[in-house]
């Protein structure tokens, strides 16, 4: 159990039978009335945004999340399977991998988030390499400039790549923000 007044940026609470972890936080001491603490939550499941306020004394349960280093192995129809260290699978459903499926392929490295051993979320690399499978040629003179082009990457994912970047090639991409870094050698 923590206190509300001790919440801090990045605690997680379970508060309503759901997972939050807190954004940002306030104490607030009003002239008149009692101190309170004003808070923004972030469901850790769905990532809805939640503003509440607590007394100071009120009492929170602390949630525990849990995150392992596990391997993408495959997918069978809906369920996509992740292995860790010890050579377990564990089956998620499409909606919890739905984010990082964008740029993870088989044997990628994940990073799966567990609340009371279930397992609730994935997050990819910061950086991948990916292959492009399709993209548009470049117009020479069109080098030169920002422009930029549709590509489509060998995991399904479009982004935008500079004109010079060719069918074929291989890019480094941050996961964060689905942008271009760099061609890979």
């Not at 001790?6 to 008149?32: C, L, M, S």
């Not at 009120?58 to 999340?65: D, F, R």
């Not at 500079?162 to 923000?177: A, L």
Request: glycine share 8%.
């Amino acid at each position: 159990m923590i206190q509300a007044g001790d919440v801090r940026k990045g605690v997680t609470i379970e508060y309503n039978g759901n997972v939050y972890v807190v954004v940002d936080f306030q104490h607030v001491k009003p002239g008149k009335g009692a101190a309170f603490v004003r808070t923004r939550l972030k469901n850790v499941v769905t990532g809805a945004v939640l503003e509440q306020t607590f007394n100071p004394s009120e009492k929170l349960e602390n949630a525990h999340i849990e995150t392992k280093k596990m391997t993408y192995s495959y997918n069978d129809g809906d369920l996509y399977y992740f292995m860790d260290e010890e050579f377990n699978l564990t089956p998620l459903n499409h909606e919890q991998v739905e984010d990082a499926l964008r740029f993870i392929k088989e044997n990628d490295p994940v990073t799966v988030r567990f609340y009371k051993g279930s397992a609730f979320s994935v997050e990819c690399e910061n950086f991948v390499e990916l292959k492009i499978i399709s993209s548009e040629p470049g117009v020479k003179g069109n080098t030169a400039t920002n422009a930029t082009k549709k590509a489509i990457l060998e995991t399904g994912a479009e982004i935008q790549v500079p004109m010079f970047v060719e069918e074929g090639e291989t890019i480094r991409v941050d996961t964060r923000t689905g942008e271009y870094m760099e061609r890979v050698k």
